[in-house]
């Protein structure tokens, strides 16, 4: 049923603006602000002094190569937002392509997966139909249909959320990045959103695994404690094993965003995961601070703990299509594809964010130098494992049009 709401999805897409466009209805004033291509480009390098044999900064996914510059994405978007009026049907669309090293991290099965030997690689983040009903509660309900990213975790694929270059060990391995299916968001209120769906499961699309749905949703809230106050509380579960249709992975997060000042805010991602395929957990916290030095200039410092005491969880690919062939439940046979061991893993990172002008028909050019520091408490999995310890220089540049 869920290929079938997929490929219906896509119909829908191709056809929705050619309808409108025959049909001679006169287009409203802002219906041009709301259709748009947009994208950018990123590329970076981080810096490893310690030169690993493997070439590889253990535990990164998006910045794994050591010492070597990266396309990390070359993504355009053809985008209608919705913007629906008080009491009336609405719709809109999201289709994203991408090209670069980071989707060999963020494929889903059945979509694009058979590019999986380059470093380099095409992938469609998203591709939905988004439709909104006005029903139930004044603010309506929206439901999105197609191929989405997760709720979870505060940081996204999408590199301009961010300060920094680099990813948490949390974003990198507690969480999904992306879900096929069927996403209801009910407005409750002006400060709750209620979201609730049905998924083919963790980074699958139109091939799965295993033979069983997940649920994915949450609760939303914004506008708490004096409008200083947004988050979400999200969870993802089904089962996620190959071939697998009883045990079930539970994927738990809590995001939330207090703003200090005009220029300061604090973000708190608290995550936990439970795979009951093979009984092993894993926990961990992130704490981001950012204060906005100038129009231009914006400080950020990342603190992390993550505990996988079960080994199971944080590791690294020595191939391209690692991950692929683990979603598939295909043996993983690199020697540079190895984990962690038991331990908990700590992090710091300091960046900076610098917006740099630039002319049409570019919209802004933004470069993210960031000095990290990782740590293990019981295991050397850093430097071709044999370093309790890492420390790293990365730099990137994400221009945007």
């Known amino acids: 049923m869920l290929k079938s709401l997929l490929f219906a999805s896509a119909f829908a897409l191709t056809l929705a603006p050619r309808s409108l466009a025959q049909s001679g ?39 794994d190569r050591a010492n070597e510059p990266l396309l990390n994405q070359a993504v355009i978007t053809v985008e209608r937002t919705l913007a629906p009026q008080p009491g009336e049907f609405d719709w809109g669309f999201k289709l994203q392509g991408m090209l670069g090293s980071d989707a060999r991290f963020i494929h889903s099965l059945g979509l694009l997966d058979n590019t999986g030997r380059r470093l380099l690689q095409p992938d469609i983040p998203e591709a939905y139909l988004n439709l909104h009903f006005a029903a ?84 939303g809230f914004t506008g708490l404690l004096d409008g200083k106050l947004s988050g979400v509380l999200s969870t993802h579960f089904g089962p996620e094993t190959p071939n697998n249709n009883r045990d079930y992975r539970y994927l738990n997060d809590l995001t939330f965003t207090y703003a200090l000042s005009d220029r300061e805010s604090l973000v708190v991602d608290l995550n936990r995961i439970q795979d009951d395929a093979s009984n092993t ?49 295909v043996p993983l046979t690199d020697p540079r594809t190895v984990g962690g061991g038991s331990t908990t893993y700590r992090a710091l990172t300091l960046g900076v964010q610098v917006q740099v002008p630039v002319a049409k028909p570019f919209a802004g050019l933004v470069i993210r130098p960031e000095l990290r520091f990782d740590s293990s408490s019981r295991t050397a999995p850093f430097d071709d494992s044999t370093r309790k310890s890492q420390v790293t220089f990365g730099v990137d540049a994400v221009l945007t049009f």
Do not use: C
Not at 139 to 168: C, M, N, Q, W
Not at 292 to 316: C, H, M, N, P
């Open 281 to 329: 957990k894993g926990t961990g916290g992130v704490v981001y601070y950012t204060r906005k030095l100038s129009g231009t200039v914006t400080l950020g410092v990342r603190g992390e703990i993550w505990s996988d005491r079960d080994a199971f969880y944080v590791a690294q690919f020595g191939n391209n299509d690692d991950v692929l062939n683990g979603l598939r439940g």
């Open 25 to 63: 209805a006169s287009t409203p004033p802002a219906e041009t602000a709301r259709t748009k291509i947009s994208g950018w480009i990123e590329a970076g390098v981080t810096l490893n002094p310690a030169s690993p044999a493997d070439r590889q900064n253990f535990g990164r996914l998006f910045d």
């Open 136 to 219: 139930f509660t004044a603010g309506g309900l929206d439901v999105k249909i197609g191929k989405f990213v997760t709720l979870e975790g505060a940081e996204t694929i999408d590199p301009r959320t961010t300060v920094f270059y680099s990813h948490s060990y949390l974003f990198n391995f507690g969480i999904p990045f992306n879900h096929s299916g069927v996403l209801a968001t009910l407005h409750a209120s002006k400060q709750f959103d209620l979201m609730a769906g049905l998924t083919r499961g963790v980074n699958t699309t139109l091939d799965d695994n295993n033979s069983v749905a997940a649920f994915h949703g949450g609760l």
